[in-house]
């Protein structure tokens, strides 16, 4: 993951205001800690050793480790975040919940052998340029029998539908990744995965600043090169008594390491 596809930098804010006014976290959080329930490290192993991939500010790793509910002195972490400024806030964030130092890097580094038991990855795949190579990476990663978690969305997602009709406008395809291109890039790799469908809502009060925000954080400098009006009206079908309501829905995907996996 040496770099993204887009720049997070000038759209912090707008990011900001769709996690106060979406579910999607929450709705992420109860989901993963499904899945922690079948895959979870042995409680009485020294150590668990997680590895989030992409892990902007670590204001969600935060979240997944309070409910997850490791003590401190159990816990090993390694962060992959490529923007500076995010990483060095994680770092601060998280490192009253792990009692060895946390590992950051800008990407994940060559040659590690088996060290994870555990990689998370929470709607980072959708801006990583080199898809199936980071993939293998992760997964190679992991201990046999570990475990990687990772939510993004598919094309049936009213924000990804958001995307679609932006660039048709701007007579080019989305250059980002979906659900669609994450399970094929497993397939190549002869991953097998599970999948489960998460579903959340993003709502807020209607008015133009407000779907700015949204589009200013779904399109990024994309917004710009459309027409304020036509991109606003990207909106129109979510609005009913002065207020925008999209129910949205994603998946969350676990892939086990096989002792057999190359």
């Known amino acids: 993951m040496t770099a993204t596809e887009k720049d997070?930098?000038?759209?912090?804010?707008?990011?900001?205001?769709?996690?106060?006014?979406?579910?999607?976290?929450?709705?992420?959080?109860?989901?993963?800690?499904?899945?922690?329930?079948?895959?979870?490290?042995?409680?009485?192993?020294?150590?668990?050793?997680?590895?989030?991939?992409?892990?902007?500010?670590?204001?969600?790793?935060?979240?997944?480790?309070?409910?997850?509910?490791?003590?401190?002195?159990?816990?090993?972490?390694?962060?992959?975040?490529?923007?500076?400024?995010?990483?060095?806030?994680?770092?601060?964030?998280?490192?009253?919940?792990?009692?060895?130092?946390?590992?950051?890097?800008?990407?994940?580094?060559?040659g590690l052998v088996e060290p994870f038991d555990l990689a998370l990855s929470n709607h980072v795949f959708y801006y990583v340029p080199a898809l199936r190579e980071e993939l293998?990476?992760?997964?190679?990663?992991?201990k046999p029998d570990g475990a990687f978690l990772a939510a993004i969305a598919g094309n049936d997602n009213v924000l990804i539908q958001v995307w679609v009709e932006a660039f048709a406008r701007l007579g080019r395809p989305v250059p980002y990744h979906t659900a669609e291109a994450f399970e094929d890039?497993?397939?190549?790799?002869?991953?097998?995965?599970?999948?489960?469908?998460?579903?959340?809502?993003?709502?807020?009060?209607?008015?133009?600043?407000?779907r700015g925000k949204i589009l200013h954080f779904l399109l990024g400098e994309h917004f710009g090169e459309i027409p304020r009006a036509t991109a606003l009206g990207f909106l129109d079908p979510y609005s009913a008594n002065h207020r925008i309501e999209m129910n949205a829905k994603h998946f969350q995907y676990c892939v086990r390491r096989s002792p057999g996996t190359p």
Do not use: M
Not at 8 to 36: C, G, K, M, N, R
Not at 76 to 98: N, S
């Open 8 to 110: 997070f930098t000038p759209i912090q804010s707008d990011y900001e205001f769709f996690v106060a006014h979406a579910t999607e976290a929450e709705a992420d959080l109860t989901a993963y800690l499904d899945w922690l329930g079948e895959i979870r490290p042995d409680a009485g192993a020294d150590r668990v050793r997680l590895l989030d991939f992409g892990c902007g500010p670590g204001t969600f790793t935060e979240l997944f480790l309070a409910r997850a509910g490791w003590p401190a002195e159990q816990v090993e972490l390694a962060l992959v975040e490529p923007v500076d400024d995010y990483r060095r806030a994680a770092v601060t964030r998280l490192q009253g919940h792990a009692t060895s130092p946390v590992h950051a890097w800008t990407q994940l580094p060559e």
């Open 136 to 142: 293998a990476r992760i997964v190679r990663a992991l």
């Open 185 to 210: 890039a497993l397939g190549t790799l002869h991953f097998p995965f599970r999948r489960k469908e998460v579903r959340y809502t993003l709502a807020f009060p209607d008015s133009e600043e407000n």
